[in-house]
């Protein structure tokens, strides 16, 4: 009953900028007057169910009434301007991660949840739902840490990145193993966490060993991987750059054909990334599983003497 009453409230006040627009004066009317649907479908010269199913899946904004859908003379621009072959990029109009960020911090998973399924009941692509939604809105956080809303943010989206990913995991075949972890003294574990779901959904296999991992469990689990392709060390304080080096050297002495990418804010570049021995640098997680895809598709090295001695 409530929600019936809010949007009559909400009608009302479309049709009183409607008043306001004639009074206003030819031009002022035709800026706010809003149309339905099928005058919507009408104008663009498609379908009525085009014109819906670009309002269900926010590319068209539109308010809800009790009777259906109302889009303004300046929601309708925008769509147009969106459109054009040199208007802004042709893409979701809504800003996802800024609506994820407010549900965030207030540590309100239920909101946070919905956000998500929303983006992808839009179509939006489960890889996209992570990089340009969830990693966005973490990104926008302030950068010091200590105070409670960065805390409750990282609880929420833990528990995000646990649904999304029991969601969108397939079994089936996989293209091979990556070992995924965060160094000794890191604590950061959404990288972590978040990377190895992208691995999954690129049919690649991943051993994904969370926050603080000593040396020796990193080289363990990357003895024992099926068909081990890549180890993956996220760092996100440069603070524990020297774990990363100890890591990586262990990683040598044992399994000398592995491929070693690291990143994270706390790897600022490819320069950093040689001097603590790893043989890839990605700036982000999206190149993170181009480098990933590029080194599981290749041809796999032959053995070296010393890792064929030692079986
Ligand atoms: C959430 C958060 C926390 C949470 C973490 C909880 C958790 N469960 O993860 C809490 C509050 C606990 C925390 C603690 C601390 N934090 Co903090 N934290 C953040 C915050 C807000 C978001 C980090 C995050 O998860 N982002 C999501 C990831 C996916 O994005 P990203 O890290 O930016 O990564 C991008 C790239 O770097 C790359 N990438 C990331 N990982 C990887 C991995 C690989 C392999 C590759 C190739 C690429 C890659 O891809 C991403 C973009 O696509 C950032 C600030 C910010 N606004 O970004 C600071 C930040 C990461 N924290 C920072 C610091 C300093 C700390 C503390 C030391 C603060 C303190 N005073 O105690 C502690 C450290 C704890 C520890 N021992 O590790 C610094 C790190 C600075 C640095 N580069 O050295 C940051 C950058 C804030 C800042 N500017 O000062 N933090």
Redesign the pocket.
Same mark, same amino acid.
Request: proline share 4%.
């Given at each position: 009953m409530r929600q019936v009453r809010v949007r009559r409230v909400r009608v009302r006040r479309v049709r009183v900028r409607q008043v306001r627009g004639v009074a206003s004066g030819a031009h002022g009317y035709h800026r706010d007057v809003a149309m339905n649907l099928k005058q919507v479908a009408q104008r663009l010269g498609v379908h009525y169910t085009t014109a819906y199913r670009w309002v269900r899946t926010h590319q068209l904004e539109a308010d809800r009434t009790s009777t259906g859908w109302e889009v303004t003379e300046a929601q309708l621009r925008r769509f147009e301007a969106s459109r054009r072959p040199d208007g802004p990029v042709r893409r979701s109009r809504v800003a996802w991660s800024d609506r994820l960020r407010p549900a965030l911090e207030r540590g309100d998973e239920v909101a946070a949840w919905r956000v998500l399924e929303d983006a992808l009941r839009s179509g939006m692509e489960p890889e996209a739902c992570y990089?340009d939604v969830?990693?966005e809105a973490?990104?926008?956080?302030?950068?010091?840490?200590?105070h409670v809303d960065?805390?409750l %943010?990282?609880?929420v +989206? !833990?528990r995000i990145v646990a649904r999304l990913g029991a969601r969108l995991r397939r079994p089936g075949r996989t293209r091979g193993t990556v070992v995924?972890a965060a160094p000794l003294?890191?604590?950061?574990?959404?990288?972590?966490s978040?990377?190895a779901d992208l691995i999954r959904l690129r049919g690649v296999a991943c051993t994904e060993l969370g926050?603080?991992v000593p040396p020796e469990v990193v080289v363990a689990a990357a003895r024992s991987a099926r068909n081990l392709r890549l180890v993956?060390? %996220?760092?996100?304080? +440069? !603070?524990?750059l020297g774990s990363v080096a100890l890591t990586t050297a262990r990683l040598r002495a044992e399994l000398p054909d592995v491929v070693v990418?690291?990143?994270?804010?706390?790897?600022l570049n490819d320069d950093v990334a040689g001097m603590v021995g790893a043989d890839?640098?990605?700036?982000?997680?999206?190149?993170?599983v181009a480098?990933v895809d590029s080194v599981v598709d290749a041809p796999r090295p032959r053995r070296r003497a010393a890792h064929d001695a030692r079986g």
């Amino acid at each position: 009953m409530r929600q019936v009453r809010v949007r009559r409230v909400r009608v009302r006040r479309v049709r009183v900028r409607q008043v306001r627009g004639v009074a206003s004066g030819a031009h002022g009317y035709h800026r706010d007057v809003a149309m339905n649907l099928k005058q919507v479908a009408q104008r663009l010269g498609v379908h009525y169910t085009t014109a819906y199913r670009w309002v269900r899946t926010h590319q068209l904004e539109a308010d809800r009434t009790s009777t259906g859908w109302e889009v303004t003379e300046a929601q309708l621009r925008r769509f147009e301007a969106s459109r054009r072959p040199d208007g802004p990029v042709r893409r979701s109009r809504v800003a996802w991660s800024d609506r994820l960020r407010p549900a965030l911090e207030r540590g309100d998973e239920v909101a946070a949840w919905r956000v998500l399924e929303d983006a992808l009941r839009s179509g939006m692509e489960p890889e996209a739902c992570y990089l340009d939604v969830l990693v966005e809105a973490l990104r926008s956080l302030p950068a010091e840490g200590d105070h409670v809303d960065g805390y409750l %943010a990282a609880a929420v +989206a !833990d528990r995000i990145v646990a649904r999304l990913g029991a969601r969108l995991r397939r079994p089936g075949r996989t293209r091979g193993t990556v070992v995924v972890a965060a160094p000794l003294g890191e604590r950061h574990s959404l990288s972590t966490s978040i990377l190895a779901d992208l691995i999954r959904l690129r049919g690649v296999a991943c051993t994904e060993l969370g926050v603080d991992v000593p040396p020796e469990v990193v080289v363990a689990a990357a003895r024992s991987a099926r068909n081990l392709r890549l180890v993956a060390l %996220a760092v996100s304080g +440069a !603070d524990h750059l020297g774990s990363v080096a100890l890591t990586t050297a262990r990683l040598r002495a044992e399994l000398p054909d592995v491929v070693v990418l690291v990143g994270g804010p706390g790897v600022l570049n490819d320069d950093v990334a040689g001097m603590v021995g790893a043989d890839r640098w990605a700036s982000d997680l999206r190149e993170a599983v181009a480098v990933v895809d590029s080194v599981v598709d290749a041809p796999r090295p032959r053995r070296r003497a010393a890792h064929d001695a030692r079986g």
